[in-house]
């Protein structure tokens, strides 16, 4: 079934103009059923302007404007001349550096000096345009916005093309692709007298106001492309030369045409429903006017009172006609003291805003409200004899329910609150409908014979004044009855919650149909039924007495007794919901509230069970994992190898390992393994191939810093991710991963015989190396992904699959995500300034369209190993008292001590030191207040320590010129040192000052 809404206006002989706005229902077999919605008869003479002025074309408009929802978008062009402007040209720094190292002064015939007076003083340009064409944004006589964009040619239709501007203080696409004139604000545009008034104010204010460096993309992208207009000084002095050039050169082409760059600007501004806008100027003349159906009453009136033929009228929400009554309180108009009740005979025309009525039984009309609100002492006299259509009474309060909202143009499917009803003469009825927030809307629902198909009523509710029914039970159309205090579980198949009703809401006052409630623990608003009446699905009525323990996947969850990891960490369950009707089971955890805990008998991917850990004779069990001691970790923020001497279990979910030197790292945290200690491996088999400590391998080729020849030697194997390649570390601290690129580097010492890794092995797992660095820099060999919009060579169609076959080599990088690039082999269309040969390699890409592609080892830096203490350092007050340790022990400067945690301000290599136990000596102190200390490791912290720092004033002269002293330092609180004990903490201060 087909359903289209149709509105005509139909001019007569006898001078009136007649309204029609109805609906037709078009069915197969059968003939279409129409339905009015609103007819209205007026004269003609209402249709015509005041002024009967026609509007005149801005001047220089290339198209007929665009009206669509308010919005009118103009298209202006002017041809090519030369113009004359101003360009704050300091920001451009790496223009004006090519410009002076190009030796271009001389096409000016100046020396290098005076060029770069010119460059450092010039601001004023006479630069050659081509075709400028100018689009304007006006919502009503508003002015939105203007965008700027060049043509070599005029227009000839709304699919001709657009080409970028190469000028600044253009936005991008993302904001429509405006100039901004000063603060981009069309506020600060001031409004004139008409439309082409104000286009000229604002194309004066561009072109007369001075550019500056901001939004400069335009400008460098031509600078790259275009080097006859690549700055001021080069356009101007082709404008002086040849200025008709300006119409040849290939200017950037703007991704849409004309026609639809000024339809997006309709779409954004003046939404998307059709361009009628003239035809609904004439409807709301028609709306506004007297209707000619009905004859004026015969009444003896006031000379400046004109009865009006409308039978009804809106104040504010309330809708009056002829026929209701009105009460007046006593003293509120001369020609009734006493006051009383009235009926309304008719309304008077406006005049001056103000609208007189007629009421039965007094001598003339009389002042019943000024603008939308009642004069105080007049209101209307409720509790009349309800309206009726068919069958069904209309009365104000009761809720019109939309079932079908495609038959309904501009309403949705749900409740609304009838304000007013009443009969047209037609016989058609109309009801005033509630929207939200004050705001109402008229709809025709029905005649004499009936309502119209697709609405439902329900009768008024007792509300508050919120909108809250004055109950505390509430029975649903399914038989589901439901009281104030229930408690539901919510769950829509990804999220759950708990839905505590606090109070019911009345039909209609909220933006869905059905009942909805407010919640008593957010205060918020939730819907429990359907729009058929039933009780919403996804919901489960929580009984007062919940379930204790459940048992899923052969484990049982118990309440207060079950710890369970949610999303990685661990929460007591604390209560069990019933199982919902398709199986879900949800529990409530502590401090996280209702998640689902399992469905089809399995738990949740975010819910596991924590891992339980025992000990055995070897050493001890997580899971079925087995870890013997003797075995090997790598703790990855420390990047120290720990060999497990014994292993401590605090509980049955923490389990911490003990290094031979007495420092423990922990392996299970809250019942999950830790991801920052993973055990590494002596031997590792890929294949046919073995893998094991101790190896001996040597580099084939050189590789990055690494000689051809250099040695290695295998510490140990990290495979923690069996998806990734092994990680090989090696005694020097530097590992690499064992992909098949890294493998054909090296060769492996087979007792006295040096042999190669395996070439070709289909057995051999060889995994996936880690993900590639996006940080890209020159000599980076590289893959074009494709889709790179400003790519030249995207001008053939060929060419970009060309690119996406063939490797390139990265020549340069730029600011702004983007660099050049080589490409292996010629692509048309590449060139892009000296057009040889090799030129035709070159493209300008952007980042995101490129992958990086390593074609040797993958190298990782896994141990740091800072050299020992030495004997002595140079120290500021050696042996002066800066305070007392973690442990109360007294501190001096030269003291050895160990940090729990170095301030924040420090390197990240000196933060990493502190969980290392490294040994720092004191060097300085900065003062009592702060108790701050400065600290020294021996070792290249790539440290900073600013003059501003707590104690800097009293460091020496000497001491401040020695950059190896300040680089080693670091700064901590004294309440976080600890000195050494007294066997290792004997002074190493040889040098003082």
Known sequence: MGIREERTITLHPDGGAVYLNQRVMEQPGQPPMVKPIARKRVAAQELLPSHGALRVLPLHCALEPLEQGGATIFVTQEPPRTRRVRWKTSAYHSMWKRLMANGIHRLWNESAEEFAERLRTQQEFALAFPYVIQVFVFVGDQYRGMSCFYRNHPISSDADELYC??????????DWHFVCLGANNSDAIPRAASVGETMRVVNALYWESGWNGDLADNVLKTEQCIPEVASPWEWELLSTQNPRQVTTLPWREFPLSVGDLVRSYAAQFGGSQAPAQFFDVLVRRVEAADDLDVPAPPVDLLAKVRPSTAQHIRIGETV?????????EPGVTPLCSDGGEFRILWFSQKQADVRFVQLEGLSGPVELFRGAQWIRGCSLVTGSAPLMMGEQSLVPGMVCRIEDANAWPGWKARDYPVRAARRDTAGYVHVLLRWGNGESGELIVGSGDG????????????VDARGTLRTDTVALADGTTIRRDDRFLWFDGTRTAEVIVDAFLGLGYAAESGRHISQGWDGGTFRIEEAHGGLRSGLLR??????????????WVRVQESELLVEGSLYRVIALAPPMADGTQCARFDRVGWRVLAQQGKLHADIRFPMQCRRTRLGCMVGSTIYRRGQRFYHRPMQVLVEAAAYHITNSRTLEVEHRDGQRFRLLDQGRCSADLVPVYDR??????ELRRGMRLRLRVADGEYAAGKRFTVLAIDHADPAQSPLMITTSGMGFYCTKIAAAQFQWRDGATWRDFPEQDAAYPWGSPPAPTTKFKVGMRV??????????????DATEELARRTLATVTAVHGGGC??????VELPGGTYGDGNADGKRYQHLRWQYLEPIHLGVIWKRVFRYPKRTPQWCRCVNPGAVVGTDREGNELRVGDLVRVRLVSSDSSSRARELDFASQVFVIVHWGSNVNKWVYLRAHMDLGQCVANTTVGAEKIPEAFRRDPSWWVSLCWAKVSDCTRLPRAERQPRTASAT
């Open 819 to 824: 660099g050049d690039c080589r490409f292996d």
């Open 451 to 462: 309502c119209f198909p697709g609405l439902r009523w329900f009768p008024p509710e007792d």
């Open 320 to 328: 009056l006609q002829v026929g209701d009554r009105v009460r007046l």
């Open 684 to 689: 590792f088999r890929l294949g046919a191939m």
């Open 783 to 796: 893959r074009y992904l494709g889709g790179d919009p400003e790519a030249l060579f995207r001008q053939h």
């Open 165 to 174: 501007t190469n000028l600044p203080n253009q936005r991008g696409p993302s």
């Open 542 to 555: 929580l009984p007062a007495e919940l379930p204790q323990s459940v048992q899923i996947g052969g484990r």
